[in-house]
């Protein structure tokens, strides 16, 4: 079931670190933060079968271990071959997760940081 966001009663479905909820929360200045598009590819049988955004600050991005970028490919695991890819960064980042609503998170969309 999702979350309502407190501030504009939307359910909550965007995937963000709770450090980017906070600053979104707070309004602070987005031009003093460093954000990151992360993308986990999944793969079935070697096929791409879905692609889902996670949007992390800078210090989230480091604490996973990944060198930073504006963006970010992940590989889920292909069950079917038995290959793990980034699986185990993945869950490590499932950790620091957290949702917003489209309203909070349109701020940051704005910004035009990924050029899609």
Partial sequence: MLGLCPIHNEPEYTNVSR?????????KRLSQCSFCRLTVHKWEGGVETAAHDYFLE???V????????????????DIEKKSLNDR?????MRLLLSTVCMQCIAPLKHLNLWGD
Wanted: aromatic letters at 6%.
């Fill in 62 to 77: 480091l604490t996973l271990g990944l060198p930073f970028d504006t963006v970010i490919h992940l590989n889920d695991r």
């Fill in 88 to 92: 185990f960064v993945i869950q490590k």
């Fill in 19 to 27: 450090k980017v909820r906070e600053i979104l929360h707070e309004n």
């Fill in 58 to 60: 800078k210090e989230d």
